[in-house]
């Protein structure tokens, strides 16, 4: 009971001080890790490899591993006595990008899609840094027990750039076949903050997105006759137009939304009027109301203009809205706020900054959307050096953003914050 009492009343600077020299450390072969991470990306779904190793460092690290989840998903767990269950979740997959940083690791892999194409493959949204964070929590965590009391489930999740991972380690037992969090962490590289720093949202942070497709119909014929025919191109350019009143006339001024229009095809010749146009659009917003309204407006807008356009009932426009969305982030504030005091005992407080949500996606949502309704907290982690970051500031300009073939984090500091970071976070929640 004493050495129970003892490490529950450890001073957040102790503790702090420990999961610094640790991660001091650790740093060396975690750079090195992180560059074979770098060099050696793969695709959502084709995460083979990646979570092979990410497997073989969690075990190394002392966790109990087991693999396959729901695809190429990896669960680890470390215990540690009665206490609570926090979920650490990285992401493990990369984009088909061709990587132009120049940087010494630089990937230069080629594989093949799910369509048989030959691409480019680049981790160009951080997820090698998300990776060797959480090996390098892993560590800290499994040297400090004596710090701590409880259970720590550490994922690897496979597709989160197809917003699909999540969702198939849940259909898989994540939360009934291991140990159910009360509480979930993750963290995601930012392309615009310095290293050394952290952000953090309160409330919605990442936002619900939304596929949608407009199949709008004609009666083709000659481009000199189009008395005679029924002209998709111009009702397609009416929807387009139409559809941006949706978020400036129908959405309530201060509820955040996005309806944008990323692609338009159809024709093939200057005097043929086509029969078919096709209209791409994401969706984005918070409220689950609003995202219900986007989409109605939608199927009204286009019914309407193509009535308006005299098309017959069997030429009126298709809506098709896709499957793969993803749901908003919700950041627990209460949960926010404990993780923000832990990590800013560990690197600062001035260094803990408060964020703006935006508009992107993420899917680890899903871990807080289940019936066990488990808090979230998912924080933002600089990468780039203080310097660029103020001069960016100063002149106006923007750095490569995440999914850029240009971002490139700054490995050493941004690793060495990111599991300073999480390992203080997952200590102090375990208190």
Not at 8 to 21: E, I, K, N
Not at 191 to 206: C, K, N, P, R, Y
Not at 295 to 318: G, L, T, W
């Amino acid at each position: 009971m004493k050495s129970l009492l003892v490490s529950l009343l450890v001073p957040a600077s102790l503790v702090a001080a420990d999961v610094a020299s640790l991660t001091k450390a650790e740093l060396p072969s975690l750079v090195v890790l992180y560059k074979e991470l770098h060099a050696n990306p793969e695709l959502s779904l084709h995460e083979t490899e990646t979570a092979a190793r990410v497997a073989k460092e969690l075990r190394e690290a002392g966790l109990e591993v087991v693999e396959k989840v729901g695809g190429h998903g990896i669960v680890g767990v470390l215990k540690n006595g009665e206490g609570p269950v926090i979920l650490v979740r990285t992401d493990l997959d990369a984009l088909p990008v061709k990587e132009q940083t120049g940087a010494s690791y630089a990937s230069t892999k080629i594989v093949k899609d799910d369509l048989g194409r030959e691409v480019n493959v680049m981790h160009a949204c951080g997820h090698d840094i998300h990776m060797t964070s959480f090996i390098g929590t892993a560590r800290v965590l499994a040297k400090l027990k004596d710090q701590w009391k409880g259970t720590v489930v550490m994922i690897g999740q496979p597709a989160e750039e197809r917003v699909l991972g999540a969702r198939f380690m849940l259909r898989a037992g994540l939360f009934s076949k291991f140990p159910t969090p009360q509480k979930a962490i993750a963290l995601h590289c930012s392309s615009d903050m310095a290293h050394g720093q952290v952000g953090i949202v309160e409330g919605f942070a990442l936002a619900n997105v939304d596929s949608v497709e407009i199949v709008v119909k004609g009666v083709g014929g000659h481009g000199s006759m189009p008395h005679l025919s029924k002209d998709p191109i111009v009702l397609a350019s009416q929807i387009v137009l139409a559809l941006q009143t949706i978020v400036s006339r129908e959405v309530k001024p201060g509820d955040p939304a996005v309806v944008t229009v990323g692609s338009i095809h159809g024709g093939t010749k200057s005097n043929i009027i086509p029969d078919e146009v096709r209209l791409q659009l994401t969706l984005r917003s918070y409220k689950t109301e609003t995202r219900k309204h986007l989409i109605e407006s939608i199927k009204r807008i286009v019914k309407a203009q193509a009535e308006s356009a005299n098309m017959p009932a069997d030429k009126i426009p298709e809506v098709i809205v896709s499957d793969d969305s993803a749901n908003a982030l919700y950041n627990q504030p209460d949960l926010c706020a404990e993780v923000r005091k832990r990590i800013g005992a560990a690197i600062g407080a001035n260094n803990v900054l408060t964020r703006e949500p935006v508009m992107g996606a993420e899917d680890f949502s899903e871990y807080g959307l289940t019936k066990e309704k488990v808090p979230l907290c998912m924080f933002w982690l600089g990468t780039q050096p203080p310097e660029v970051v103020a001069e960016a500031a100063a002149k106006g300009t923007t750095l490569p953003s995440l999914h850029s073939p240009f971002f490139k984090p700054v490995p050493e500091p941004t690793i060495e914050t990111g599991v300073k970071a999480m390992a203080s976070a997952v200590i102090g929640l375990m208190k």
